[in-house]
């Protein structure tokens, strides 16, 4: 089974709305971190934000906000008023475990398109 | 901090031929992860280290790829012999050790052309 679910290949938003980008998880372990990664055209990975599994409010990080629903196994992203250099590919990725390097299994991404 | 250090940034090679992938981690990091990108299977982990030991490297492809990890500053990723289908981008990250944050800083790729 897949561990991180994008179910969104491609999202299209006007400037200055909000969109939510859909993340689901699968994991056994009571302790994980979830994490968004964005990816511009030119390539690197830039990480937006971090939810531990026992945080009890949401994540947010400037226009960045991460809508968590533990018992859903959601990890949604919320852009707010977003900008034209936000389109780019965002990833979901997970951590396992409490503490450790353990490695980030990754989504398949969503392609989020900013129209003028 | 100059981040995560990956060097060439682009190579172009001809099938059959052996290529190194240079990273060097941010300094203090104890966790090093090499990670491939291709459009067909997305990101996936090749190997991980921890305090320069690798830990999980189940998703090495097969012998023709090995990692080493000689020094906490520096880690290589080599193909030998290259094939096509080993064209990707390589990604090398590093992490500090026994954080629960634990973010993963990403440096800026590799991306290998095996021709």
């Known amino acids: 089974a897949q561990k991180i679910t994008q179910t969104q290949p491609g999202m299209f938003v006007q400037e200055k709305e909000a969109v939510t980008l859909d993340c689901t998880y699968d994991t056994s372990d009571p302790s994980y971190g979830l994490f968004w990664y964005k990816q511009p055209s030119s390539g690197e990975m830039i990480f937006l934000i971090y939810?531990?599994?026992?945080?009890?409010q949401n994540a947010t990080e400037g226009r960045y906000s991460l809508n968590f629903q533990k018992a859903r196994k959601s990890a949604n992203l919320v852009i707010s008023a977003s900008q034209l250099g936000d389109s780019a590919m965002y990833f979901c990725a997970m951590r396992e475990g409490a503490t450790g390097a353990n490695n980030l299994f990754f989504g398949t991404g969503t392609r989020l398109t900013v129209i003028p | 901090d100059a981040g995560v250090i990956q060097s060439p940034r682009h190579e172009v090679t001809e099938m059959g031929q052996e290529v190194t992938l240079r990273c060097k981690p941010i300094?203090?990091?104890?966790?090093l992860f090499w990670y491939r990108q291709t459009m067909m299977r997305g990101l996936e982990l090749l190997i991980y280290f921890n305090n320069n030991v690798p830990i999980d490297d189940s998703g090495m492809p097969e012998d023709r790829f090995s990692a080493k990890m000689p020094n906490a500053s520096f880690s290589t990723l080599k193909i030998q012999p290259s094939e096509p289908r080993d064209s990707a981008v390589y990604f090398c990250?590093?992490?500090?050790?026994?954080?629960?944050?634990?973010?993963?800083?990403f440096g800026p790729g590799t991306r290998l052309t095996v021709l």
């Open positions: 300094s203090g990091h104890n966790s």
């Open positions: 990250a590093s992490s500090p050790l026994g954080s629960s944050y634990n973010e993963q800083f």
């Open positions: 939810q531990g599994s026992y945080d009890q």
